[in-house]
């Protein structure tokens, strides 16, 4: 069985390791970061297809640019930020539409692995926060994502999108209002759920 780096200090071990060729020390990396990497696709992106398809053609960049990692900040910062910029890229040059997630299957396997994230909501609840978020506009939905889900500032988010602080700002509260009415929608079709009778 692999072993795969959980210490700050043994990632930065499997960085420097597979930075000098080590395919088992990339091969820890990939298996310790390919689900959070996939996770911020699917977000960004709305598309399985596309997140699968990104999450692979992120890891296969990463490994051409390991060796440009200054360890300036974390890997992991290093990481999400070339999946960010390499999903925004990918995003600005597609112009089709996403074919999104609607078979049910895909719909619980997707909340299932989010339910670590949102323990305390229900799986009707957890469905109807991950179809708000899928259906907002894609430069709501990005903003909302790096934001709230994977933690960037304003700052760090007006530079990765090449907009102003105050636009991400005002795109963070649209983009917020809009889930908010669309889950106050859900409840009204749902009365019950989320509760216990």
Known sequence: MMSVATTPREVESAVLRASTGDASA???LYH????????????????VDDAEDLTQD?????????????GDSSFSTWLYRVAVNRALMHLRKSSVRHELAEDRDEVRKIADARAREHEGLSPIDRIALWRAIRNLPR????????HDVEGYRHD???ALLGISVGATKSQLHKARMKVRRSLCRS???FPSHGRES
């Not at 310790?32 to 598309?47: E, K």
């Not at 992120?58 to 200054?70: A, D, E, M, Q, T």
């Not at 430069?139 to 790096?146: A, E, F, I, P, S």
């Open 139 to 146: 430069g709501y939905r990005t903003v909302l994502v790096l």
């Open 58 to 70: 992120i890891f296969l960049l990463v490994h051409r640019k390991l060796g440009s990692f200054r």
């Open 26 to 28: 990339f091969e820890e």
């Open 32 to 47: 310790r970061y390919c689900r959070r990497v996939y996770s911020l696709c699917l977000r960004l992106t709305g598309s």
């Open 187 to 189: 409840h009204r079709r």
């Open 156 to 158: 760090e988010i007006a």
